[in-house]
């Protein structure tokens, strides 16, 4: 985006102009096209390109450093300023870019072919797509460019203004409406480029209704009439049922960007991911849980003393803390897993995009609101299920849950409604270990887990950041949108400005 800026300012185009009409030729376009080239790129090209690399960002280091370590997953160690609540910028670039990529598809690419069995369910699966992306950059910043965003070469807006993140909402579950209503298995198929589902539309159509799902879910303390009638639509129509429907993107054997986002954390020798957060291992272990050894790694000082100790870092410390800690003390990710260079050569680990257990605890919570249908007596059901689907995805690969961990966890027994809900939250958190941005989205919504901030003030007065701030180059390439979008927030561009549909009181 910023070069695109850069190059439409006036003294930039005006060389621009000169240089380009200096440089024409009679079939200049023919003359400089080799004839065995290709002139377009296949759409299922850049299809595939976005779902990997526009999911795959979720595993990655910025995601994980940074709001891993927010939502504490991690305790991020050379990347200090922001783990420790000190202004930073997201992935604002590589997600326009990701729109952008889309965008191609429908504004060139199979333009005009929109009511043909040729590219009518191409561009549906394509939208749904970009309708993932819009909702990541969303949630991340609040109000964005979008209307006015990602409209084709032919209509190239460079200085587009910010919508506001109501009318974004409510504009992506119209268009996955009409995404969902154009899916046709009789159509033309992207095939092996679909990642997801190598073009298994039934498959799509339960995606997209569960993309609906979380749209309509995510709204629920901001706009509660949309989102239980979004809600509602979604679970009257078929959703993911099994993790044999989970979206994923296979992962490659080889060491290649294809890797597991986790594991090229490690492999790619970053020192940013290795000690995990006090918080989550806690929760692990004061659980019992069965995944805790996939996960985390016994402290270097209790391995040498013989009795096993898992131990989480604290987060945000202060400069005096961090002096006195001693790694030794602490543990790092399992390399018996996602961790680990032969395990995941010989028995590779997808990453995930939308899994059943998602489902179930979107389920048994608006089961617990009595939405779709749905009564507050089944919302255990569906949260024990969800547990179980959770377990099972590799690497856990759990099907025989200790009945310590079932006895403990899996009761409703006794709870008020809001407790319930923290118990799905809860799992959720475990869930999303490897997705931070879902982690921190369902976070922010509902306050669950109950997360304490460390001690460091950073640059939100020792506050969980609520949101992540504009990169500095919309402030001065498209100033005037820019501020008129930080006039609409509470705080201004800042850590502590919440997003829209982040309305509960927590």
């Not at 589902?197 to 339960?206: A, F, L, M, P, S």
């Amino acid at each position: 985006m910023k070069n695109i800026y850069k190059l439409f300012q006036p003294k930039f185009f005006l060389v621009f102009l000169i240089t380009f009409a200096l440089s024409c030729t009679n079939g200049f376009e023919e003359l400089n096209t080799p004839p065995t080239s290709s002139t377009k790129i296949d759409a299922g090209i850049l299809l595939a390109k976005v779902q990997r690399d526009g999911n795959f960002i979720q595993g990655g280091q910025t995601a994980n450093c940074t709001l891993g370590s927010w939502i504490q997953y991690w305790n991020s160690s050379t990347n200090l300023p922001t783990s420790r609540y000190v202004f930073a910028h997201g992935d604002w670039s590589a997600y326009y870019g990701y729109v952008r990529n889309l965008a191609q598809i429908r504004t060139d690419l199979l333009k005009g072919q929109e009511g043909t069995p040729e590219g009518r369910t191409k561009l549906a699966i394509a939208r749904i797509v970009e309708i993932d992306m819009w909702q990541y950059i969303t949630d991340m910043f609040g109000d964005i460019p979008f209307s006015e965003s990602a409209l084709g070469e032919d209509n190239l807006i460079t200085q587009p203004k910010y919508d506001t993140q109501e009318s974004i909402y409510k504009q992506l579950i119209q268009d996955l409406n009409a995404a969902i209503n154009n899916l046709n298995a009789s159509d033309a198929s992207y095939g092996a480029y679909d990642l997801y589902y190598g073009g298994n539309v039934e498959k799509w159509k339960k995606y997209a209704n569960s993309v609906k799902l979380q749209l309509g879910m995510r709204l629920k303390y901001a706009s509660p009439e949309l989102a239980k009638t979004t809600v509602t639509e979604a679970l009257s129509q078929p959703l993911i049922a099994s993790n044999s429907d989970n979206a994923l993107i296979l992962t490659n054997t080889d060491y290649t960007s294809s890797y597991n986002p986790l594991l090229g954390q490690f492999v790619g020798g970053s020192s940013d991911l290795r000690y995990l957060a006090e918080a989550f291992v806690s929760r692990l272990v004061n659980t019992n849980d069965p995944r805790l050894t996939k996960i985390v790694a016994p402290t270097a000082n209790s391995v040498k003393a013989g009795t096993l100790e898992y131990k989480g870092k604290p987060v945000a410390q202060t400069d005096d803390q961090m002096v006195g800690i001693i790694n030794d003390n602490y543990s790092t990710a399992a390399t018996t897993t996602y961790f680990n260079l032969s395990y995941n050569q010989s028995k590779p680990i997808p990453h995930y995009v939308y899994t059943y257990a998602e489902i179930c605890f979107y389920k048994a919570e608006a089961a617990l609101d009595g939405w779709g249908g749905l009564t507050s007596d089944q919302a255990e059901g569906f949260y024990q299920e969800g547990i179980k689907a959770a377990m099972a995805l590799k690497p856990f690969e759990i099907t025989s849950i200790p009945q310590s961990y079932i006895d403990s966890e899996f009761s409703f027994n006794g709870l008020t409604s809001e407790q319930k809900l923290e118990k799905i939250m809860t799992q959720k958190w475990i869930l999303f270990f490897g997705r931070s941005y879902s982690a921190y989205a369902e976070w922010r919504r509902t306050g669950y887990p109950k997360l304490v901030p460390g001690p460091n003030k950073g640059s939100t007065n020792g506050q969980i950041p609520c949101r992540v701030g504009y990169p500095s180059e919309e402030s001065i390439l498209n100033e005037p949108n820019y501020l008129e979008a930080v006039s609409r927030m509470s705080n201004g561009d800042s850590y502590i400005s919440k997003v829209w549909w982040d309305k509960k009181a927590k």
